[in-house]
């Protein structure tokens, strides 16, 4: 019973931080550490429960994505003019997702074990939080998606793929990027959200896969459960987001981040917590 309470608090963990530009992965690593096992619940749970969150972002934008796949698909029989918005975006969301899966592959390992240092961990949500701050105080701001080309949709693809590192966060480090480009907020957390999906189902889907028969932290139930709680949450953190993003900066969200990793440094240092 123990198990599959912590389990849901950190499934609950995963839907609030998952779209916010703060690191889900870093939370989930930081709180398995104060839960009564006090234990890191591992790369493949995070990569499952992110199906519960994903699943979130399709129901969110159902309708987005239903036009996106049927005009991407309609391009090929000439029933959708090839140089369709939607059409375009489809091919973009492929070819920005490229890089996280070459990158996913080639570092798999690290992304397991060394990357999921604590003092790793703090040091990016640091770095990409000053990161963030000044990409938004700079950006121009007055891209919309309609102007998204090839080389920025790989630019996009490789920040995002830069959240395989705990801290990054998945959103913070494509917004980012996007605001660097000069696209305006909503936009670059909308394409965020949209290219995440392929990344996310593929990375947790293998997980899954892979864990079948293997010791894990959580077993299947604990996991499952998880994932519904991530799932529900993140729906509401959604909402909430775009809707923040509209009216203001993302200031609180960078001092949260400069709070949390400096937090995490002075609890290695003091011996609180261990960083593996």
Do not use: C
């Not at 930081?30 to 699943?55: K, N, R």
């Amino acid at each position: 019973m123990l198990h599959v309470l912590e389990a849901l608090i950190l499934g609950l963990v995963q839907g609030l931080t998952e779209f916010l530009p703060i690191s889900s992965s870093a939370h989930l690593r930081i709180v398995g550490e104060f839960l009564p096992g006090a234990q890191d619940p591992g790369a493949a749970f995070t990569a499952i429960t992110q199906l519960g969150t994903e699943t979130a972002v399709i129901v969110f934008f159902w309708r987005d994505i239903v036009r996106i796949v049927s005009h991407w698909f309609g391009s090929f029989t000439g029933r959708v003019p090839r140089n369709d918005p939607d059409a375009r975006m489809g091919w973009l969301i492929i070819i920005g997702s490229l890089p996280i899966v070459v990158l996913g592959l080639v570092f798999q390992d690290q992304i397991e074990t060394t990357f999921r240092s604590l003092y790793i961990v703090a040091t990016m949500l640091i770095v990409f939080g000053i990161v963030l701050g000044l990409a938004d105080w700079a950006g121009a701001k007055n891209r919309g998606l309609d102007r998204l080309t090839v080389p920025h949709g790989i630019y996009f693809g490789l920040a995002q793929s830069l959240a395989l590192i705990p801290g990054v966060s998945r959103s913070g480090g494509t917004i980012t990027m996007g605001l660097l480009l000069g696209y305006e907020r909503a936009a670059a957390a909308r394409y965020a959200f949209l290219l995440a999906i392929p990344a996310v189902f593929g990375s947790g889907l293998y997980q899954l896969f892979k864990s079948m028969g293997e010791p894990a932290v959580y077993g299947p139930l604990e996991t499952a459960a998880a994932t519904l709680v991530a799932f529900v949450v993140a729906i509401l953190i959604i909402a909430f987001f775009m809707n923040w993003i509209s009216k203001h900066s993302f200031l609180p969200f960078v001092i949260y981040r400069i709070a949390l990793g400096t937090a995490i440094f002075i609890m290695l240092g003091a011996g609180v917590i261990q960083p593996y």
